[in-house]
């Protein structure tokens, strides 16, 4: 099913210059894993401490993320920096980056705190779908339709809304609702799509 992360290819390539000066001036990758996940901790600190305040800035951090996220994939396959630290850094990075982020969601007055908390459950849930993959011999899976950059842009939009002063009603529940399905499809498919892969 189609996702934001299909764009990737193209996104690299704009980064694709960032990432080569990075790699001549000694950044490593595992240097831009820890850096994304330290800022996805401390904007989602943020929020919790003071959610009007900055809600209006997490689209900006989930860009940046994403940038980071595709940054250290470059430097580490075309820049010769993949390490098993590598791996395992990228991974769990992405999982706590997103509890990070997205659990102060369920601070908020009038949010079902469960319906977050799920959502981060099955996010998790879902990554760890797309590794498991490897381990039958099929490739990393990062199927859609609620992917990493997927949940990005979600959040990111009632970050918008809410910023803007759009006022938390049944719309959000309702909203967030729709990602845990959306979710459950993506585990489905990311694992229904790994069995074809190898059969």
Not at 31 to 44: E, P, W, Y
Not at 134 to 158: T, V
Request: proline share 5%; with cysteine.
């Amino acid at each position: 099913m189609p996702s934001i992360y299909d764009l990737k290819p193209a996104f690299q390539n704009i980064l694709r210059p960032i990432c080569k000066y990075l790699a001549q001036h000694g950044v490593t990758a595992n240097q831009v894993t820890i850096a994304a996940v330290l800022l996805s901790l401390a904007m989602g600190a943020a929020i919790a401490w003071q959610p009007m305040l900055f809600l209006l800035g997490l689209p900006i951090v989930l860009f940046i993320r994403m940038a980071l996220n595709a940054i250290d994939g470059m430097l580490a396959r075309e820049h010769n920096m993949q390490t098993p630290l590598g791996a395992i850094l990228n991974e769990l990075g992405d999982v706590i980056a997103d509890a990070g982020l997205y659990l102060p969601f369920a601070l908020l007055p009038g949010v079902m705190p469960t319906l977050v908390v799920l959502i981060v459950l099955l996010a998790t849930i879902s990554e760890m779908t797309g590794v498991i993959a490897i381990q039958i011999g099929a490739s990393r899976r990062y199927d859609g339709p609620f992917g990493k950059s997927d949940r990005a842009f979600g959040f990111g939009l009632i970050a918008l809304l809410l910023g803007f002063g759009v006022s938390v009603g049944t719309w959000l529940n309702i909203g967030f609702a729709i990602m845990l399905i959306l979710l459950i499809i993506t585990i489905v498919n990311r694992a229904a799509n790994a069995l074809k892969e190898i059969t």
